[in-house]
C-alpha cells in the first residue's frame, strides 16, 4: 500500500505543527500550508489523499475552498476543522462534499481516529476502482472472439444492448457458447458497471432457497430465518442480475419473477412491504423454452416478458473462423498462467481442431487446450498434443456389412502432415484394438501386411509382438 498523504491547510502554527508531526509518526506523507491559495498551489502540485481544512482562514472561506476543492481533485477527501460549533455550518460542508467534521478544540488521539478511518475509506475506494477497471478490461468486447459474420453480428447486438436501457435481455444458445462471459461484456460495458453483478445458477439451490436467495426474507419467515436478509434484487441495486439456467425456474418462482418484471417490485419471503429496485435481468438458458412453454414447464406470459431482446450465441461448429482466433487466445492465456513458453500450433493439429465437431463448444476447447498445455514441454502444440476424441470424431462411419467401423480424419482448409496423422492413427487403432494387429488393420480398413508395415515404418512395432487373431 502506498504512503498515503496528508494536506493540513490550517492557519494556526502550533495546530499545523502538532498535526505534521503527529501525521508523519503514523507513516503518513503530511504537508502543510498556512492559507487557501497556499493549499491550493501544493495540491496542484501533488494532490492528496486527504484535505485537514480549517473552516476560517485568512483568506478565504473555508467552504468557498472545500467547494474548490472537491470540483478540481474529486478523489480527494475533506475533513473540515472550525472552533465555531455550528451544526448549520457542518450540514453545509457534508452537502458540499466534506467527508467528516470536527470541532476545535479537539486532541490528537481523536483527530488521528477521524483520520484513519478517512484514510481507510480513500484505500477502499481505491481498490474498489481498481477491480473495476480490472474487471472492465477483462471484460471489454475484444474478449469476445469475433471473426465469423455471425459473431461479428452478435457483438454488435450486444454493443446496442449495454448501453440501451433494456432492463430484460434473454441470452440462449447450447451449453459452453458463452452465455457467461456475453452477459459480464453487458454489465461491464453498461452505464451500471459501478454497481453490482449478481450472478445466480436456477438449478443450484433448492426452492425455497432460491426464493431467499432473489427476494430475501424477513426475520421468522421460515426455521432457520433468525434475521432479516436481503436477497440479490436488493443488493444489484444499480447493477445486473444474471439468472443462469432460467428454463430450471421453478413455477411458482416464475410468477414472482415475471411480477418482478412488470411491476419493478418485489417482497422478501414473510414480508409484508413491496420494495422497488432498479436492476437489469440478464436471463440465460441452453433450452428451448417455447418447447417448454408447448410443454407446460414453463409460463408462457414470462416467456414473452423475457423474450424481448433475445440474443442467440452460435454454436463452435458454425462458427469455425473463430477457431484459430480462440486457439491463439487459449494458448496466451495458459502460456502466461502456467509459465509456459508455448509460442502457437503446428497447421496439422489447428486443422483437425477445425474440422473438429466441438459438442461442447468453447467450453470444451478452452479445457482441452488447458489439458494439453498442463502436458506441453515447450515449442508448439502438435497433434500428439491432442487428445484421441478429436483425432477419431463421434461421427464414426459404419462398413457396408453393418458390423466394423473405422476411424475418420477430416481435413481442414490448411490440410494436415500424412505422416503425423498416419501414424498416430496407426497407433489409436492399436490401442482400440488392444495390440490386436488383425483387429487394429479391421478398424483402418487396410491389410495386416500394411499394418505391419506401418509399424515397422513409425517403430511402433514390439519385439514381443505376435500379430495373434484371435
Known amino acids: 500500500m502506498a504512503q498515503p498523504s496528508v494536506l493540513i491547510i490550517e492557519d494556526e502554527e502550533v495546530v499545523r505543527t502538532a498535526l505534521a508531526k503527529?501525521?508523519?509518526?503514523?507513516d503518513c506523507l503530511a504537508e502543510a500550508a498556512a492559507t487557501g491559495e497556499e493549499g491550493m498551489k501544493r495540491l496542484g502540485e501533488r494532490p492528496a489523499d486527504l484535505v485537514l481544512l480549517d473552516y476560517r482562514l485568512p483568506d478565504t472561506d473555508g467552504l468557498e475552498l472545500l467547494e474548490r476543492i472537491r470540483?478540481?481533485?474529486?478523489?480527494?477527501?475533506?475533513?473540515?476543522?472550525?472552533?465555531?460549533?455550528?451544526?448549520?455550518?457542518?450540514?453545509?460542508?457534508?452537502?458540499?462534499?466534506?467527508?467528516?467534521?470536527?470541532?476545535?478544540?479537539?486532541?490528537?488521539?481523536?483527530?488521528m481516529v477521524v483520520v484513519d478511518k478517512a484514510l481507510e475509506t480513500k484505500h477502499l475506494r481505491t481498490e474498489v476502482r481498481r477491480l473495476q477497471t480490472t474487471r472492465m478490461q477483462e471484460f471489454a468486447f475484444d474478449q469476445i472472439v469475433a471473426r465469423s459474420p455471425k459473431m461479428v453480428e452478435i457483438v454488435d447486438l450486444l454493443k446496442n444492448l449495454a448501453v440501451s436501457e433494456a432492463r430484460t435481455i434473454l441470452l440462449q444458445g447450447e451449453s459452453g457458447t458463452g452465455k457467461d462471459l456475453a452477459a459480464k461484456v453487458l454489465h461491464y460495458n453498461s452505464p451500471r458497471a459501478e454497481h453490482p453483478f449478481m450472478n445466480i445458477t436456477c438449478t443450484a439451490l433448492p426452492e425455497t432457497l432460491l426464493e431467499s436467495e432473489l427476494f430475501g426474507h424477513e426475520k421468522g419467515a421460515f426455521t432457520d430465518a433468525r434475521e432479516r436478509k436481503q436477497g440479490l434484487f436488493e443488493l444489484a441495486e444499480g447493477g445486473t442480475i444474471f439468472l443462469d439456467e432460467i428454463g430450471d425456474m421453478p413455477r411458482s418462482?416464475?410468477?414472482?419473477?415475471?411480477?418482478?418484471?412488470?411491476?419493478?417490485?418485489?417482497?422478501?419471503?414473510?414480508?409484508?412491504?413491496?420494495?422497488?429496485?432498479?436492476?437489469?435481468?440478464?436471463?440465460?438458458t441452453n433450452k428451448d423454452l417455447r418447447r417448454l412453454v408447448s410443454d407446460g414447464e414453463f409460463r408462457e406470459d414470462l416467456f414473452y416478458r423475457l423474450n424481448i431482446f433475445p440474443v442467440t450465441l452460435p454454436p463452435l461448429r458454425e462458427r469455425a473462423d473463430d477457431i484459430p482466433l480462440l486457439v491463439e487466445r487459449f494458448i496466451g492465456r495458459y502460456s502466461e498462467e502456467f509459465h509456459k513458453e508455448?509460442?502457437?500450433?503446428?497447421?496439422?493439429?489447428?486443422?483437425?481442431?477445425?474440422?473438429?465437431d466441438w459438442p461442447g463448444n468453447v467450453r470444451e476447447m478452452r479445457n482441452l487446450i488447458e489439458r494439453a498445455m498442463l502436458l506441453s514441454t515447450g515449442g508448439r502444440l502438435t497433434l500428439d498434443s491432442l487428445p484421441?476424441?478429436?483425432?477419431?470424431?463421434?461421427?464414426?462411419?459404419?462398413?457396408?456389412?453393418?458390423?466394423?467401423?473405422?476411424?475418420?480424419?477430416?481435413?481442414?482448409?490448411?490440410?494436415?502432415?500424412?505422416?503425423?496423422?498416419?501414424?498416430?492413427?496407426?497407433?489409436?487403432?492399436?490401442?482400440?484394438?488392444?495390440?490386436?494387429?488383425?483387429?487394429a488393420a479391421?478398424?483402418?480398413?487396410?491389410?495386416?501386411?500394411?499394418?505391419?508395415?506401418?509399424?515397422?515404418?513409425?517403430?511402433?512395432?514390439?519385439?514381443?509382438d505376435t500379430g495373434h487373431t484371435s
Open 253 to 284: 418462482l416464475q410468477a414472482k419473477l415475471l411480477r418482478f418484471l412488470e411491476e419493478k417490485a418485489f417482497r422478501r419471503v414473510g414480508g409484508t412491504r413491496d420494495l422497488v429496485v432498479d436492476v437489469r435481468i440478464v436471463a440465460a
Open 71 to 111: 470540483r478540481r481533485w474529486p478523489d480527494t477527501l475533506v475533513i473540515m476543522m472550525t472552533a465555531y460549533t455550528n451544526v448549520d455550518v457542518a450540514i453545509q460542508a457534508m452537502r458540499l462534499g466534506a467527508h467528516d467534521y470536527v470541532s476545535k478544540p479537539f486532541s490528537l488521539d481523536e483527530m
Open 442 to 464: 479391421q478398424l483402418l480398413r487396410i491389410s495386416r501386411d500394411q499394418l505391419r508395415y506401418r509399424l515397422q515404418k513409425y517403430g511402433l512395432l514390439k519385439a514381443n
Open 388 to 439: 484421441m476424441e478429436l483425432m477419431i470424431p463421434a461421427v464414426v462411419a459404419t462398413d457396408e456389412e453393418g458390423g466394423e467401423t473405422q476411424p475418420l480424419v477430416l481435413l481442414g482448409p490448411q490440410g494436415v502432415d500424412l505422416r503425423q496423422v498416419e501414424r498416430l492413427l496407426v497407433e489409436q487403432a492399436m490401442e482400440l484394438a488392444v495390440g490386436n494387429q488383425s483387429r
Open 22 to 26: 503527529r501525521l508523519r509518526m503514523t
Open 342 to 356: 508455448v509460442t502457437g500450433i503446428d497447421p496439422a493439429a489447428l486443422a483437425v481442431m477445425q474440422a473438429y
